[in-house]
C-alpha cells in the first residue's frame, strides 16, 4: 500500500503543473480508498469481537472464576470457553422418585453428586467430537471421581453434563470435608477448575448405597418409571435457577 502511495504521489507531481485537476483527483482517489480500507479493516474487527463478547455476557461468575483459576494452574491453550460450570445434587426419595437440584455446596448426606459444565463453541471448532474429562478432587488432592465424555459439539452453547455420577451418602471412600475441585478438561486441556464446598454427614447412621463406586446417570430412571417421576433436565434445573436469581434481585 505505501508503494502504491508513493507511485501515485510522483505521478500526480508530475501532473500538478500541467492538469492540476486530474493531480488532485488522483490524491483524492487514494485517500478514498485508504478510508474504505480503514473502515473494512474495522468491520472485520467488530465482527470478530462480537461472538466473544456475547459469550461474555451469558458467563457466570462460577465460569469466571473456574477460567481465571485454570488459567494459573495450567498453559490455558483451549479455544472453547467455559460459560457455566457446576455440581448437581441428586437425591431419590422412598418412593423412588428422584429430585435434582443446583448447589454450591453439597454435604456427605447428599445422595450423590454429578458435575456438569457449559462450553462455548467457536464456528471453525463446531460440528466435531469433542473429549471432556470431569476431575473431582477432594481436600487432600486425591482424585474422587473422573470421568470422560466424547460430545458432539455445536457452534454456540453447549450444555455437557457428566453421564456419571458420584455417590456421596455411605461412601466411605471419600476424603475429609472441605474445599474440593472440580477440574474441566477440553481435548486434554484444563479448561476449568471451580472450588465448591464439602460438609461433613450429620447423620448418626448412613445408609450403605445399594452401587460400590460410581454409579451410572442411566441408573436415575427407569422405563417404568412414571413420566411424573422423572427428574427434572439440566436446561430446566437451570432455567429455574435463572428465575430465581431474577426474582430474588
Not at 46 to 75: D, E, F, G, H, Y
Not at 92 to 115: E, F, H, L
Not at 149 to 167: A, F, H, K, M, T
Request: aromatic share 4%.
Amino acid at each position: 500500500m505505501g508503494v502504491i502511495g508513493a507511485v501515485i504521489g510522483l505521478a500526480a507531481l508530475a501532473t500538478l503543473t500541467e492538469a492540476p485537476v486530474l493531480s488532485v483527483l488522483m490524491v483524492g482517489a487514494y485517500v478514498a480508498m485508504l478510508a474504505a480500507i480503514f473502515a473494512n479493516d474495522r468491520l472485520r474487527q467488530l465482527q470478530n469481537m462480537i461472538p466473544t463478547l456475547a459469550a461474555t455476557t451469558k458467563t457466570t461468575s462460577a465460569a469466571r472464576n473456574a477460567v481465571a483459576r485454570a488459567r494459573r494452574l495450567s498453559n490455558y491453550t483451549t479455544d472453547e470457553s467455559v460459560t457455566d460450570i457446576g455440581i448437581i445434587i441428586n437425591e431419590k426419595d422412598r418412593n423412588g422418585r428422584w429430585t435434582r437440584r443446583i448447589a454450591q455446596s453439597v454435604s456427605m448426606d447428599d445422595q450423590a453428586i454429578q458435575p456438569y459444565v457449559k462450553v462455548n463453541v467457536p464456528p471453525d471448532q463446531s460440528n466435531r467430537v469433542a473429549l471432556i474429562k470431569f476431575e473431582v478432587v477432594d481436600k487432600a488432592g486425591k482424585t474422587q471421581f473422573s470421568r470422560e465424555v466424547e460430545q458432539y459439539v455445536r457452534d454456540g452453547e453447549n450444555l455437557i453434563p457428566s453421564d456419571q455420577q458420584l455417590p456421596f451418602r455411605g461412601n466411605d471412600k471419600l476424603g475429609r470435608a472441605g474445599t474440593w475441585d472440580l477440574q474441566v478438561s477440553i481435548n486434554g486441556a484444563l479448561a476449568a477448575c471451580h472450588s465448591f464446598g464439602v460438609s461433613p454427614s450429620t447423620a448418626a447412621m448412613r445408609p450403605i448405597l445399594e452401587d460400590d463406586g460410581e454409579a451410572a446417570i442411566a441408573h436415575l430412571s427407569t422405563p417404568d418409571d412414571k413420566e411424573d417421576d422423572m427428574p427434572l433436565s439440566l436446561e430446566d434445573l437451570l432455567r429455574e435457577q435463572r428465575q430465581g436469581s431474577s426474582r430474588g434481585s
